[in-house]
């Protein structure tokens, strides 16, 4: 047994030997992909079969697949390609209306919060019930009742909590009102079956290394009839639509990852799902008051099978982070982080969770090299990081 | 022992967690973030509370080898320091800020939750020296007198001495920067901070003016009673202030003109010649005292009324829940709200906040 436990494969996982091995072996030779003689055409090969790989794996067309340097970028080229391409299209810089949900990672949040305050565009938050989960009763409403709108876009499922969001009913309903539909996909990839195809979304967010490939690159998978108006100007690169040098080591090692996480998909979701439930099952049966987030149903479909998320009230989350931090346990408060300053989730908010509660809550998501012994580890460390995390919130209060 | 170190980013506290983790105690450091807008710097602002800081604070904690956490006081502090200092000026008292976020937050919040946490002690880059004395734990100035901070940690009482370290007190400022540089630290060369941390560009008067709003009146002369000319409000004023007044005409004599006295109340403030700024006599409330209480005999002690002002003789004693200070060499300017804090030789005896002068001998 390691003297470590990484519990934080959400925020990133170890690296596949096999995406290594791919990285390694493109990185030997020389050439950029956009050259015209033998290296660069060499290069281009390299990306253009690992561009075949990606789609075919995703059930989607070669010519979807736009790369990017990771899923932020991929996010922001989604948010504002589709909102300028939708002025463009109806000749307008008049403001358009995002459709957006509340519990949104950050680099769609930001974004739809930009536009709003540079582009003047009118947005609406999707409120979430207590699983987190976005109505598509009230999606439909709101798109029966607003012609303006350029855009929705719902992650696909939650980086904190794990709720799986009903993705391919929203992007019927967009498609009903012929609204553009962008949906966040790097925590779903290799642990959901993803039809790219079937799904008809306009524009689809993955990232690298959340699955085992090298940090720096993510895509965006788009419908290429859907126009995306560019983020990034310069050569051209990616159909017009992203520029940039393509980095084709980083490109072949992320190919090699998703085909491994989609052939893996069924047998490494069981893995998951089965330490997940055995660590949500010891926690909430030695540490009282505990209290698991998101959706309760751990075998169904709703749920990341990765993800375990709990609330410990009368506690401070960063404390408990810090306590299991000495005690060799890596997790997180899952909320987003400015140079290390934890706030309160917007997720946990968003799902009518009070401030304080949210503060007092930790993440645990588990990847291919987690074992049965990290949860005993958690379980072991945890009930006397609670009991001592609560002293220091009765501390700060006193 | 556990011990867990506020590191600002600066030379001080950096120095502060090398030493700890050569004296060979599991060392854990933790920047505080108390700034509610969290800004980076521009790369010249001396501060210690920027995004910046607390990089440097973390560059610091890799090098030496020890894990690393931003703490968020920025509540607490903003609580307990800022609304304070906005408060005391609007009541026409001058707060020592410092004072009270060691008082409120690092020799408090801090120090209890670490202690909560299981760590024996807190240690910090302050420049003061703690020893061991027959009575308990005393707190001592710093060797190096230009650095000495012991006046700002008056506030410490015997709980949070026993578990507070400042491994630099014994230390010149020199020497810490010297060592700094020798351990490789990138901090050894950043400038100090001298400043208010939450008015980095030092402009107290416009900062309160932005929180207190403009409450304008009259500065008068207090020999003659004559309006002088007109202020924006009495907080920009403090007793013993020479610059900044902006009078038109010169005194009669010629001499220059002291704030003497501020009225809240009538929003009055009155010039006039020094010699009416000097005190003989003060009276403390909220006493603290760092090892045992004062007593009610009057003693010999020395008095120090501010962060680096220069002790003087005085008798002190206890009194109901109050300190009455007889300074046997009278202090020139002192306004209520500033911390008053007793030396017996280096040790500091305790502090009080002052809210009475008496300035006729």
Known sequence: ??????????????????????????????GNPSSLHAAGRFARKV?????????????????????????????????????????????????LRVLASAIEHHAVIDPVIWLGEHEGALIEWLGVDQDARVSTTALADLLANNSDVALCTVMWANNEVGTIEPVERIAEICKEHGVRFHTDAVQVLGQVPMDLGALGADAVTISSHKIGGPFGVGALIVNPATGFTPVLHGGGQERDIRSGTLDAPAIAAFAVAIKHGVEQQVAHAQHLRELRNELVQGVLATVPGAVLNGDLDLSGDGRLPANAHFSFPG?????????????????????????????????????????????????????????????????????GAVDRAARTVSSRSS | MRVLVAMSGGVDSSVAAARMVDAGHEVVGVHLALSRNKTYGDGRQRGCCTLDDARDARRVADKLGIPFYVWDMAEEFAEAVIDDFVEEYRLGHTPNPCLRCNESIKFTAVLDRALAMDFDAVATGHYAQIVQGSAGPELHRAVDPEKDQSYVLGVLQPRQLAHSIFPLGADTKDAIRAEAEARGLLVAQKPD????????????AAYLQRQLGSLPGDIVDAESGEVLAQHDGTYAFTIGQRRG?????????????????????????????????????????????????????????LAQVRAHGVPVPARAHELDERVIVELLVPIRGIALGQAVVLYDGTRVVGSATIAATTRAA
């Open chain 1, 1 to 30: 047994m390691s003297d470590r436990s990484y519990l934080d494969h959400a925020a990133t996982t170890a690296m596949l030997p096999a995406a290594r091995a791919a990285w390694m072996s493109a990185s030997e030779h020389l």
């Open chain 1, 47 to 95: 990306v253009e079969e690992s561009r075949e790989s990606i789609a075919a794996d995703l059930k989607t067309r070669p010519s979807a697949v736009i790369f990017t340097s990771g899923g932020t970028e991929a996010d922001n080229l989604a948010v504002k390609g589709l909102y300028w391409q939708r002025q463009q299209i109806l000749g307008t810089r008049k403001p």
């Open chain 2, 193 to 204: 901070s001298h400043d208010i941390c939450f008015i980095p560009d030092g402009d107290t």
């Open chain 1, 315 to 383: 506690c401070e989350g960063d404390s408990l982070l810090m306590l299991l931090d000495a005690a060799g346990v890596d997790c997180s408060t899952g909320s987003a982080c400015t140079a290390g300053i934890p706030e309160a989730s917007h997720v946990l908010l968003a799902m009518g969770v009070d401030e304080r509660t949210a503060r007092a809550s930790l993440r645990f998501s588990f990847g291919y090299p987690s074992t049965m012994a990290d949860v005993d580890r958690v379980v072991a460390a945890l009930p």
């Open chain 2, 245 to 301: 007044l902006q009078l038109s005409r010169p005194a009669a004599d010629g001499a220059p003109r002291y704030v003497v006295e501020v009225e809240v109340g009538t929003r009055r403030v009155t010039v006039g010649p020094p010699e009416l700024l000097d005190v003989y006599a003060l009276e403390g409330i909220k006493p603290i005292w760092t090892t045992s209480p004062l007593g009610k005999a009057p003693t010999e002690l």
